[in-house]
């Protein structure tokens, strides 16, 4: 055996600490809004029947932010719905196009994720068809107006 005396590894260094958390960071969770919603929400705890609690429960419950983001979000479809009493001529394809390729792309992304969120999912597929079927309005009506112009181009050139 060798007489070299066996050498301790090199001490691993220490990763840095972490930096101190922003004034908005610690304070997330902990403003007067938030002590007022769980306030809230510990009050209606107490009257929700049995039946309902396991809803009031659910990952998805009313308790969270899954739960409020739809139901808020059903104005959109709102609106859409309003805007079907609106000139065909004023509709703006770009911004319905917008909302119709968000709501299909929400309704499928609100049944990957965990928890699925159904009531994500029939918000963004109400937002989808509304602007799919604006977006249809709006082509009736460029074709109507083409067929228009094509058919009054040769009473235009007979009067000359």
């Known amino acids: 055996m060798s007489s070299a005396a066996v050498q301790p590894p090199p001490p691993v260094p220490q990763p840095p600490p972490p930096p101190p958390a922003s004034t908005a960071a610690a304070s997330a969770g902990k403003g007067l809004h938030s002590k007022l919603y769980n306030g809230m929400i510990g009050a209606a705890d107490k009257f929700v029947p049995a039946k309902l609690r396991p809803l009031w429960m659910h990952p998805a419950g009313p308790k969270t932010i899954f739960f409020w983001a739809p139901v808020f979000k059903w104005g959109l479809v709102v609106a859409g719905l309003s805007d079907l009493a609106r000139p065909a001529d004023s509709i703006s394809v770009s911004g319905c196009a ?63």
Not at 102 to 126: D, E, H, M, Q
């Open 98 to 160: 917008a909302l119709a390729a968000t709501g299909i792309i929400w309704s499928r992304y609100s049944l990957v994720i965990i928890p699925k969120n159904y009531s994500l999912f029939a918000v963004n597929l109400f937002v989808g068809i509304t602007q799919v079927v604006q977006l249809a309005r709006a082509y009736n009506y460029q074709q109507e107006q083409e067929k228009l112009k094509k058919e009054q181009e040769p009473k235009l050139v007979a009067q000359k």
